[in-house]
């Protein structure tokens, strides 16, 4: 029986299913930054803002030519991009290529589950956002949050999902986008664990 089969009550989301069967991969990368704020010298945070701002060079123009339509109806608000390449910026990170990312031409469910990840960090974006405020940023200049702020709106998030379960997918098409969506949280924890071996200084 495919997902498409089942009886709608018995049958998990796509959502669901992105988020049971990427749960090692998505723990595994939320480890790489525990205690983040906890770091008053902020190598965490540069660490951090290091990661994503290569992850959405990389990953935000496969998005654009997939058909998920990512320019057009299905587009989050813009901005990340931009604002993470200004906190970059203003945090001391030199410029760099982007990386290249393992899946260079997505169909619809892989682009899915890559903006499953991409999109999902919104989530917890604004509580990084509060802890950084409440628990400070060191001794010196306060931190750029341009990223968290332009990260802290859960609204696209909210939309894509809608878009998942306005898709039909049979089982083969769940397991392209659950295949996807760990291979990006992957891509994100081997960009994690590059940053951590180098010394990132303001």
Same mark, same amino acid.
């Given at each position: 029986?495919?997902?498409?089969?089942?009886?709608?009550?018995?049958?998990? %989301?796509?959502?669901?299913?992105?988020?049971?069967?990427? #749960?090692?991969? /998505? @723990?595994? *990368?939320?480890? %790489?930054?525990?205690?983040?704020?906890?770091?008053?010298?902020?190598?965490?945070? &540069? #660490?951090?803002?290091?990661?994503?701002?290569?992850? /959405?060079?990389? $990953? @935000?123009?496969?998005?654009?030519?997939?058909? *998920?339509?990512?320019?057009? &109806?299905?587009?989050?608000?813009?901005?990340? *991009?931009?604002?993470?390449?200004?906190?970059?910026?203003? $945090?001391?990170?030199?410029?760099?290529?982007?990386?290249?990312?393992?899946?260079?031409?997505? =169909?619809?469910?892989?682009?899915?589950?890559?903006?499953?990840?991409?999109?999902?960090?919104?989530?917890?974006?604004?509580?990084?956002?509060?802890?950084?405020?409440?628990?400070?940023?060191?001794?010196?200049?306060?931190?750029?949050?341009?990223?968290?702020?332009?990260?802290?709106?859960?609204?696209?998030?909210? /939309?894509?999902?809608? #878009?998942?379960?306005?898709?039909?997918?049979?089982?083969?098409?769940?397991?392209?986008?659950? %295949?996807?969506? =760990?291979? !990006?949280?992957?891509?994100?924890? &081997?960009?994690?664990?590059?940053?951590?071996? &180098? !010394?990132?200084?303001?």
């Amino acid at each position: 029986m495919t997902i498409t089969d089942a009886p709608a009550a018995a049958r998990p %989301s796509l959502r669901d299913r992105l988020r049971s069967d990427t #749960r090692e991969a /998505h @723990e595994a *990368l939320d480890a %790489s930054f525990a205690d983040m704020f906890g770091d008053a010298e902020g190598a965490r945070y &540069r #660490r951090f803002l290091r990661m994503n701002h290569l992850a /959405h060079e990389a $990953i @935000e123009p496969i998005l654009s030519g997939s058909p *998920l339509d990512w320019t057009g &109806r299905d587009a989050p608000d813009a901005g990340r *991009l931009a604002a993470v390449r200004r906190d970059a910026e203003a $945090i001391g990170l030199p410029p760099e290529p982007a990386p290249g990312f393992p899946i260079e031409n997505p =169909d619809l469910p892989e682009a899915l589950g890559i903006a499953y990840v991409l999109e999902g960090s919104r989530l917890g974006a604004k509580f990084m956002l509060r802890a950084l405020k409440r628990e400070g940023a060191g001794s010196g200049d306060p931190w750029p949050t341009a990223y968290l702020e332009a990260s802290s709106d859960a609204r696209p998030f909210a /939309h894509l999902i809608e #878009r998942m379960d306005a898709e039909p997918m049979n089982e083969g098409m769940v397991r392209r986008a659950v %295949s996807a969506a =760990d291979e !990006t949280f992957r891509f994100f924890q &081997r960009l994690a664990e590059d940053s951590a071996t &180098r !010394t990132i200084r303001v």
